[in-house]
T-cell receptor, first 114, second 115 residues
Framework: DAGVTQSPTHLIKTRGQQVTLRCSPI?????VSWYQQVLGQGPQFIFQ???????GRGNFPDRFSARQFPNYSSELNVNALLLGDSALYLC?????????????FGPGTRLTVL | AQSVAQPEDQVNVAEGNPLTVKCTYS??????LFWYVQYPNRGLQFLLK??????LVKGSYGFEAEFNKSQTSFHLKKPSALVSDSALYFC?????????????FGKGTMLLVSP
């Protein structure tokens, strides 16, 4: 079975631009979470979606937005990019919204903002 | 708010020796704890979790973790380290908010296993 997939793997943008990152969860998983991992730190929670509804949002500015589609895939959008947005963006899928389920992570998208 | 602390930035161990990667937690209520590993240019891989039950949890690749409620610790262990275990290890705690739960991670500990 395919795991969580993310695209693109790498991305280079300049300040002020907009970016869209994509994630496909494991088949049958209905919940997707997004995390930002800055170099040298642990992942930080950005969004969680379950059954196409936003369930939670971390402490990130409104420049960050996301959505989940009927097939449970998800997109993360970041507007007006700043240098500090350079990070590895991780998508994780979970079978359901249950807190007992472990999250399965994709390989991430490495975003570099110049 | 829930949090975890990984007090060591790096742990060095020789191949064949036992290894321990430390994690302490701070939670309100029952702690649900996880360990993940990250290899270079890869996402996080789940190793093991503690929800309830035995204090010694066995996970993938020969790793185990010991839950200690009195010391609020959840240290990752392996009896005999391999060079291929060299990676970045993250401890995480389930963070409950209204209507959903997510993971709060520590800053990570780099494990280096020398031949």
């Amino acid at each position: 079975d395919a795991g969580v997939t993310q695209s693109p793997t790498h991305l280079i943008k300049t300040r002020g631009q907009q970016v869209t990152l994509r994630c496909s969860p494991i088949s049958g998983h209905k919940s997707v979470s997004w995390y930002q991992q800055v170099l040298g730190q642990g992942p930080q929670f950005i969004f969680q979606y379950y059954e196409k509804e936003e369930r939670g949002r971390g402490n990130f500015p409104d420049r960050f937005s996301a959505r989940q589609f009927p097939n449970y895939s998800s997109e993360l959008n970041v507007n007006a990019l700043l240098l500090g947005d350079s990070a590895l963006y991780l998508c994780a899928s979970t079978l359901s919204g249950s807190s007992y389920n472990e999250q399965f992570f994709g390989p991430g998208t490495r975003l570099t903002v110049l | 708010a829930q949090s975890v602390a990984q007090p060591e930035d790096q742990v060095n161990v020789a191949e064949g020796n036992p290894l321990t990667v430390k994690c302490t937690y701070s939670v309100s209520g029952n702690p649900y704890l996880f360990w993940y590993v990250q290899y270079p240019n890869r996402g996080l891989q789940f190793l093991l979790k503690y929800i309830t039950g035995d204090n010694l949890v066995k996970g993938s690749y020969g790793f185990e973790a010991e839950f200690n409620k009195s010391q609020t610790s959840f240290h990752l262990k392996k009896p005999s380290a391999l060079v291929s275990d060299s990676a970045l290890y993250f401890c995480a705690v389930r963070d409950i908010n209204s209507g959903y739960s997510t993971l709060t991670f520590g800053k990570g500990t780099m494990l280096l296993v020398s031949p």
